[in-house]
Every structure is written in structure tokens, then in C-alpha cells.
């Protein structure tokens, strides 16, 4: 499976594609693989930016903890779209998100992850029991009826990110399937005094906590 770290910002809506074109244009004329970065993918929700960096290894284990040399122009070049979120910002390390729960299906293959990514507002210092009603379900059936294959779940400050991982079955049926199940329904009442919507004004559904990706890349190498 591939190892993440999900990085959470501040980013100025509609600004998606200048900061994609930065990272368009690092990815190709630099090497990230050679310090252990596979892929990334960049997503929006609202006025958030999420940045998920795939790594074949845990840095922990590899020793490869270093940014691409290039890190400081990239930051440089979305500054003025892309901003720290957490209150008590003061390196770039305190925007990387905290996992606090991870869970793989016994059978799951890497090969066609199909991540998505979840993002609403956690109550900060509920990630045990967040952790625990996730735990329960994915004992159960549910993960397989919706096609999940594995899901790490996040925090920073009161930002909650849920990234799952869904066989192509899943995609192809779409966001709906099983969501009106007694099982699910049991998860969001679970869930509803530690969990809510990012936005609730648009909020109007799943599909409202859903980040929207607008780049990605993958090493060819």
C-alpha cells in the first residue's frame, strides 16, 4: 500500500490552476522520486487545500524526510494563494496533518486504489472515539457492500480528513450505493456529536464533504 502524509492549507477559490501549473512545472523539471515522493495529488474544498504526498515508504522507516530542493520556489510561487491554516502556524511541518486512525481490507490490491478524499470538522481531541465508531464498522461487512478497500483518517486543528480507497466497481456505481443502509446510517449517528459538515451553509449532502481534485502526478519511474 502506499504510505501518505496529507498536508492542509488556506487557498484563495478559483486560484486551483496557478497553483496547479507550479507543481506542473516542478514535477517536471525535478526528480521528487529521488527523495522518495511517487505521486501527489492536490484537491480544494471551499477555501481549503488539501496536499496528499504518496510515498513507497514511511519517511519514518526510509530515512527520505527531505522536501524536493525546489521546495522553497514552489512555496514561494503559491504564497499569495496558498496560506497556513492552523492558528499556531510557524514551520511547514505544523501544516501536515496528524493520522490518527488506518485500516486495509485483508484482500486489497494497490493497483487500482481510486482514492477519494472526505473532508468536514472534527471536535478537537474526539479522534479516539471517531477512531473507535470507525474501528466497529470496519469489523463488519459495510467497507466491502461500499466497495472500500482501506481509509486513514486525519486531523489538524478542527479539519478532519477521511481518505478511503475504493475498487473500480465502486467508482463506476458513484457516491449513493448503500449510503441509505441501516449500517451507514448508524456510522453518521455515530459520528454527529464529534463530526459535521466544513461548510454547513452549502452542505446538502455527501457528496457537499467531498474535496474536488484539480492536479495530480504520478512518478514514471
Not at 472500500?148 to 456505481?173: F, K
Request: hydrophobic content about 40%; some cysteine.
Amino acid at each position: 500500500m502506499v504510505f501518505r502524509n496529507v498536508i492542509v492549507c488556506r487557498i484563495v477559490p478559483g486560484s486551483e490552476q496557478k497553483v496547479a501549473d507550479v507543481f506542473g512545472h516542478f514535477d517536471k523539471v525535478t526528480r521528487p522520486q529521488d527523495v522518495g515522493v511517487t505521486g501527489r495529488i492536490l484537491l480544494s474544498l471551499d477555501d481549503l487545500y488539501i496536499h496528499v504526498v504518496e510515498r513507497a515508504q514511511d519517511p519514518e522507516i526510509s530515512g527520505q524526510k527531505r522536501g524536493l530542493p525546489a521546495f522553497q520556489e514552489i512555496a514561494d510561487a503559491i504564497g499569495q494563494f496558498v496560506t497556513p491554516y492552523p492558528r499556531n502556524w510557524e514551520n511547514p511541518s505544523h501544516s501536515v496533518a496528524k493520522p490518527f486512525y488506518s485500516w486495509v481490507a485483508p484482500n486489497a490490491q494497490s493497483s487500482a486504489a481510486n482514492p477519494m478524499v472526505i473532508v468536514q470538522r472534527i471536535k478537537p481531541g474526539s479522534e479516539p472515539a471517531v477512531a473507535q465508531v470507525f474501528a466497529e464498522s470496519d469489523n463488519g461487512p459495510l467497507p466491502g457492500q461500499m466497495g472500500v478497500t482501506g481509509r486513514w483518517l486525519y486531523s489538524i486543528d478542527d479539519v478532519y480528513v477521511h481518505l478511503m480507497e475504493r475498487t473500480d466497481q465502486a467508482v463506476a456505481e458513484g457516491l449513493g450505493q448503500n449510503h441509505h443502509a441501516p449500517a451507514f446510517t448508524k456510522i453518521i449517528e455515530d459520528l454527529s456529536p464529534y463530526v459535521a459538515p466544513y461548510n454547513p451553509e452549502k452542505w446538502r449532502g455527501p457528496q457537499d464533504s467531498m474535496a474536488k481534485p484539480f492536479y495530480s502526478w504520478k512518478a514514471s519511474d
